[in-house]
């Protein structure tokens, strides 16, 4: 497990903002921390260059995409042994319906979040993809009816709970 880099207030502020909004320009970070866009900038490049920053992604609403229905997959392994994982996460990897994909202990192996077009996709998926796989031994299904964002990511000791109630995800049908 890597070393947790040491961060400081001005840091953790920087990573709160860009993980609210990572399209933030130096400019309008440097001014809200309070220090100089140089400063702000070469900090940016030291949180990169330390593996704090990983990158930056865009959200994007699966619904609009042709893909409303979400579903978390819990698939179980038999024999879980090495040389049948890889080529398996390698293909579950490698499915344009793999949102997220988890390898877990207990008695599922494997967890898989899909966006599909529909119930009859998500049969598809699970009977072509998974089940059809000699070694998937067991594929439970579980519909994502709602989905919410969290806050950003601190390090415990930053762990500031302010008052927050969180935003359901674009087109999920909020409360």
Not at 40 to 48: G, H, P
Request: with cysteine; glycine share 6%.
């Amino acid at each position: 497990m890597p070393d947790s880099v040491a961060l400081d207030p001005v840091d953790l502020h920087i990573l709160r903002l860009l993980q609210n909004d990572a399209r933030t320009t130096y400019r309008e970070l440097a001014a809200e921390v309070g220090v100089a866009p140089s400063t702000c900038l070469d900090r940016v490049a030291r949180l990169r260059r330390s593996g704090v920053i990983l990158g930056h992604r865009l959200r994007l609403d699966p619904a609009r995409l042709g893909r409303g229905l979400e579903a978390l997959l819990l698939v179980q392994v038999r024999p879980h042994r090495r040389e049948l994982i890889g080529p398996f996460v390698e293909r579950i990897r490698a499915l344009p319906e793999s949102r997220a994909f988890f390898h877990l202990t207990g008695p599922d192996d494997y967890l898989v979040h899909v966006a599909v077009a529909d119930p009859t996709d998500l049969q598809r998926l699970v009977l072509d993809e998974f089940t059809s796989r000699r070694e998937v031994a067991r594929v439970e299904t579980r519909l994502i009816f709602q989905q919410w964002e969290c806050g950003p990511l601190m390090p415990p000791a930053a762990d500031t709970r302010g008052p927050s109630v969180p935003e359901p995800r674009p087109g999920s049908g909020g409360p």
